[in-house]
């Protein structure tokens, strides 16, 4: 029996910051069939970003290297037979400059 909160819809939503700020680390994740545990999770990220851990899993870490908007996706691979893509477009934040020096009056 799944739980109340679970529907079909559920597994293609990705959630996660879609504006993160540059050189954040990021946390994607999508919710899992409690009746099927074994599926793995094969994540892309943009080429702007570094996929720091999570890779099969369905929760990963990403750092963005870059303001470049880019595509993150996802594939559901259940014994080998596999999902259609899930994405979502991320586009960084640039960090604000520092402020300038403050001058006592």
Partial sequence: IYPAWWT?????VIT???NPCLNDDVTFSVPI????PGLVFQWSVPGNSILLSG?????????????TPGQLCVIV???GCFSNATCVTVIPNQIPAAPGTIIKN
Avoid: E, K
């Fill in 55 to 67: 890779q099969g899993s369905n929760s990963i870490i990403v750092r963005f290297t870059s303001v």
């Fill in 33 to 36: 069939d409690p009746l099927r």
């Fill in 16 to 18: 996660g910051t879609l």
């Fill in 8 to 12: 079909a819809s559920n597994s293609t």
């Fill in 77 to 79: 691979n259940d014994v």
